[in-house]
């Protein structure tokens, strides 16, 4: 089984894997709801949702299987937003999630 996996390029660091997945987001004080989780890496994941939170805001992510998971919003382009994991997901963890998820 082989990965479409984008190299880890300046700037990035680990190696990016496009998915498709639904995953629940929660900004803190509110409810969760499902978002469409489009790239993955042990150090982030891009998704898209109708909520749009700062830049900077921390938030939680739970992916399937995964217990919720803290991140912070790095860079948001209308309602696509790229995040980095606080605690970066082990990549053996994030190399089976991009094989289940795509």
Known sequence: MQTHRKAASQGRRAAR???????????PGF???DVELFDLSSTGFRMVTFA????????WV???GLHPLEAVVR????NDL?????HPLHPSVAAHLQVKLR
């Open 17 to 27: 894997a496009p998915v498709s997945a639904r995953a629940r987001f929660r900004e």
């Open 31 to 33: 409810n969760p709801f």
């Open 52 to 59: 749009r939170p700062q830049v900077g805001k921390t938030i």
């Open 62 to 64: 739970s992916l399937p």
């Open 75 to 78: 860079r948001a382009d209308g």
């Open 82 to 86: 790229g995040c980095e994991f606080v």
